[in-house]
């Protein structure tokens, strides 16, 4: 299981820094959100994929795979009612999969708040060109050897896909085995009926769970809030959790070098006092 950094938090500093800087504070790799190295990064060319990939190798850690896919280019939308603007976001979709396997990674965690919002009065319709975007990002997926992950997000960043439940009816609907969901604490924290831990008991056994996000529903990284962190790693290594953890606070205090810091410290310990 590797503990990944979620580069926007130190996204100030040159690539090769965050590098380096995620490898001195003991994390294994970094979890890439595309917009911090390229406004257009699906169409990234062949020498700078190998340059960010080489600087996590020399640095020693990995690229375990990407987040936040669809904040840059701008416009994308997943249920827009304009066809070509979904057209292009497909686009982007399937060559954020395969940009993810050229820099080594592992799985996509589809997020992106703002770009799956539903337009008032064509909810359902909505719904129906998601869907049809994840079952192309899917077969991207499984070309390129990755998972893509449909992330839940609390009610208070975004209308649509709420609960891990409802990730897992478009799952389940699409039925394409690179297509998983995946467990963001904070949001489960904020929108979840029942606690993470229970979650974590009812869903896991699925087979479906294919990445955790450790944050706080304050915004804050692990152990910064009022979240209790050691029964959620209980709970994982009772249902033999085999994937990797991307560390992703939103409010870094008092700056992201040592947010990120504090995080994976009190992420080493309880990994540390609930060894598998």
Same mark, same amino acid.
């Given at each position: 299981m590797l503990v990944g950094l979620c580069n926007e938090v130190i996204a100030e500093l040159p690539f090769e820094r965050q590098c380096e800087v995620a490898a001195q504070l003991g994390y294994d790799g970094l979890e890439l959100s595309p917009f911090t190295v390229d406004a257009e990064p699906h169409l990234l060319p062949s020498a700078k994929r190998t340059a960010l990939r080489r600087a996590a190798e020399d640095a020693g850690i990995v690229i375990t795979g990407l987040h936040y896919l669809m904040r840059a280019p701008a416009g994308l939308s997943i249920t827009a009612r304009d066809a070509a603007q979904r057209a292009r976001t497909i686009g982007v979709m399937r060559d954020l999969c395969g940009l993810a396997a050229e820099l080594g990674g592992k799985v996509l965690v589809h997020g992106s708040p703002d770009q799956r919002k539903l337009e008032p009065g064509f909810e359902d319709e909505g719904r129906k060109h998601a869907i049809e975007c994840f079952a192309a990002a899917a077969d991207a997926a499984a070309s390129? /050897?990755?998972? &893509?992950?449909?992330?839940? @997000?609390? *009610?208070?960043?975004?209308?649509?896909?709420?609960?891990?439940?409802?990730?897992?009816?478009?799952?389940?609907?699409?039925?394409?085995?690179?297509?998983?969901?995946?467990?963001?604490?904070?949001?489960?924290?904020?929108?979840?009926?029942?606690?993470?831990?229970?979650?974590?008991? *009812?869903? =896991? +056994?699925?087979?479906?769970?294919?990445?955790?996000? @450790?944050?706080? +529903?304050? *915004?804050? /990284?692990?152990?910064?809030?009022? @979240?209790?962190?050691?029964? %959620? $790693?209980?709970? =994982?290594?009772?249902?033999? &959790?085999?994937?990797? $953890?991307?560390?992703?606070? $939103?409010? &870094?205090?008092?700056?992201?070098?040592?947010?990120?810091?504090?995080? %994976?410290?009190?992420? *080493? /310990?309880?990994?540390?006092?609930?060894?598998?």
């Open positions: 390129a /050897g990755v998972v &893509y992950c449909v992330e839940p @997000l609390s *009610r208070r960043q975004t209308d649509h896909i709420n609960t891990i439940a409802e990730a897992v009816a478009i799952v389940t609907t699409i039925g394409n085995p690179a297509l998983r969901t995946m467990l963001d604490c904070s949001s489960a924290g904020a929108t979840e009926t029942e606690s993470i831990p229970d979650a974590i008991r *009812r869903w =896991l +056994p699925t087979g479906l769970i294919a990445h955790v996000h @450790l944050n706080d +529903p304050n *915004r804050r /990284g692990p152990g910064e809030g009022d @979240l209790a962190f050691a029964p %959620i $790693f209980a709970a =994982l290594r009772d249902q033999n &959790y085999a994937g990797d $953890f991307g560390i992703e606070p $939103f409010v &870094y205090v008092p700056d992201g070098p040592t947010c990120a810091a504090r995080a %994976i410290g009190y992420v *080493r /310990g309880l990994m540390e006092a609930s060894p598998r």
